[in-house]
């Protein structure tokens, strides 16, 4: 499994303005063994010509627009994506958040070490405003030892451990989840969380520096 491919997926709308920033953090990753898989969901402004430039640049970065058959937002967008994944391992970010270049290595090597028995690896997560370093908050903290239920109990009580690009995820325990509620326009993230939680995984947490920062 060493250099393992890892899938990328990105939802956008309307996001020229700030996606070629979150691309350029994928693009300075220094595994790079990955595939970026944007997919549009509708955007009327030049998110299209943003990503056009990055895929001209690079063929791992790839531009679709989300079907007439599935329902807008993020989360039709997200479960599209994952449709057109083709690695083992996928990770679900935001079209206006940033990677730090070592993110995907220090991923893959984490994972690498424990084979093919992680379900959910996450990663602390940091914030920013406008650019990084101007906060100094984290997303949240869980402690490594932290059972799944207790986990479960955190997202039901509101304290929710990790966002949706903490997360790299194996890609047949997310198919077992059934993905993204598309009926969902807000709390996805926490009953897609909850729902995993559920099934009992192998949850691993690389209790480092945050290597991804949601803005």
């Known amino acids: 499994m060493e250099n393992s491919l890892v899938s990328i997926i990105i939802p956008t709308y309307n996001r020229a303005h700030l996606i070629g920033e979150t691309l350029d953090s994928i693009l300075a ?44 937002g993020g989360n039709g967008a997200r479960n599209y994506g994952a449709e057109l994944a083709i690695a083992k391992y996928i990770i679900f970010f935001d079209s206006d958040d940033l990677f730090i270049n070592t993110a995907l290595e220090n991923r893959m090597s984490f994972i690498l070490k424990y084979g093919d028995h992680v379900d959910m690896l996450i990663n602390n997560t940091g914030v920013f405003r406008k650019k990084l370093g101007d906060c100094d908050l984290l997303w949240n903290l869980m402690d490594a030892n932290d059972s799944n239920l207790i986990l479960l109990k955190r997202f039901l009580n509101m304290d929710m451990p990790w966002c949706t690009n903490s997360v790299t995820w194996s890609y047949n325990f997310f198919k077992s989840t059934g993905g993204w509620n598309t009926m969902l326009t807000a709390w996805q993230d926490w009953e897609l969380h909850i729902i995993a939680l559920l099934k009992n995984p192998t949850v691993v947490h690389l209790d480092k520096y945050p290597d991804n920062y949601y803005r």
């Open 29 to 72: 990753q220094t595994y790079q063994n990955w595939e970026c898989i944007i997919v549009d969901d509708g955007s009327t402004d030049d998110t299209e010509e943003v990503v056009g430039a990055f895929i001209n640049r690079d063929s791992r970065f790839q531009l679709h627009h989300r079907p007439h058959n599935i329902l807008c």
